[in-house]
């Protein structure tokens, strides 16, 4: 499975992106799909995750400004990503699930995408 991340990019504070993330193979339907994000030396978090049944999980800190979605006709995978702050700015990547629901554990997670950057202006 190949996932490959784009939308990123500079944005002012306050403003959106929405990226997307398109999944080779024919069992995305299936699979946990998770948005992770790394700043400069920082280690990588958890934002946002949905299960193959359309259940949602998101981090605190992004809880009522982002979204995800899936469209599994399309193999992709979406994070809306509204209201965006300055500690926003990170890379961020895409992630699935094989055999679980996604959740916020990257070691739960079998395949990355290779990441998008959004950099966010105050």
């Known amino acids: 499975v190949q996932l490959q991340a784009s939308g990123g990019g500079l944005v002012q504070a306050g403003g959106s992106l929405r990226l997307s993330c398109a999944a080779s193979?024919?069992?995305?339907?299936?699979?946990?799909m998770g948005w992770f994000r790394q700043a400069p030396g920082n280690e990588r978090e958890f934002v946002a995750a949905?299960?193959?049944?359309?259940?949602?999980f998101y981090a605190d800190s992004v809880k009522g400004r982002f979204t995800i979605s899936r469209d599994n006709a399309k193999n992709t995978v979406y994070l809306q990503m509204n209201s965006l702050k300055a500690e926003d700015t990170a890379v961020y990547y895409c992630?699935?699930?094989?055999?679980?629901?996604?959740?916020?554990?990257?070691?739960?997670?079998?395949?990355w995408g290779q990441g998008t950057q959004v950099t966010v202006s105050s």
């Open positions: 992630a699935a699930d094989r055999y679980g629901p996604g959740r916020d554990n990257p070691s739960e997670y079998d395949y």
């Open positions: 193979g024919r069992f995305f339907s299936i699979y946990g």
């Open positions: 949905m299960s193959w049944s359309g259940s949602t």
